[in-house]
């Protein structure tokens, strides 16, 4: 019998989809000019903050920049643990001001803002997901193993890197996501070999996925330990899920696909003691 999963209250950060388009291209999904549907991406990204509010969670909003399409991928902006913010810094040069939009929004709300030293790619929450006491730390595409050891000695937390092989896949949280304060959900065959035996041993009892589920942007996927709002295209993750006890709630964020985003990319999860 299936254990009973626990939420615990969150608080999540957004960015509404204003200025959203798909008009240049850094990672296998976006095609430069590909007609995108404001109205829908509109639509599809309120139905994701209903959704976390039905469930209990408290958001709260960055205001848009124009001219920064991507700035509605929220997850990517900065790392927020124990009240601590860790700020980006983007690979891409058209998402670089996007770091500085996000870090006035933290400063006016009382938090702390460490500045990235120079040099490392740190993208957030986009390679950095806090799990089990570590920081399981992505890099192959964009985060570089520096900013690792930057977040380690920022947070105290040590941290764990793993290697993306699959450019598909460019961040962790594309192929990885926390169901709890204990437990992952991700995708073996987009890591290497080494990165895979590590998961393994650090979470033997994880849900693993295929890739199938993960081009569906099934591990693109928020929890808050008993709900996991995901792709609804993610059948056979889904299933597994509500096996093992959790209650998946699909939400179609399909618009924001074409610029390789889906729900976590939208979503900041701010941590505090």
Sequence with gaps: MAPVRVSRPRR????????????????????????????????????????YRAAGHTVEHTEPVAALPDMVFAANA?????????RSRFLAAERQPESAAYATWFKAAGFDVHEPEPGPVCEGEGDLVPVGGLILAGTGFRTTVPAHQEAQEFFGVPTVSLHLTDPYFYHLDTALFALDDRNIAYCPEVFSPGSREVLARLFPDAVVATRDDALA?????????????????????????????????????????????????????????
């Design 217 to 273: 942007f099934g591990l693109n996927s928020v929890s808050d330990g008993r709900h996991v709002f995901i792709s609804p295209r993610a059948t056979g993750l889904i299933g597994r899920l509500a096996r093992r006890g959790y209650v998946p709630v699909p939400v179609d964020l399909s618009e924001f696909h074409k610029a390789g985003g889906g729900i976590k990319c939208c979503t900041q999860e701010v941590r505090t003691p």
């Design 12 to 51: 999540y950060l957004t960015c509404a989809p204003t200025y959203f388009d798909v008009t240049y291209a850094i990672n296998p999904w976006m095609r430069e000019g590909e007609p995108v549907d404001t109205a829908l991406a509109r639509t599809q990204w309120e139905s994701l903050v209903d959704a």
């Design 78 to 86: 900065a790392l927020v643990l124990d009240g601590k913010v860790l």
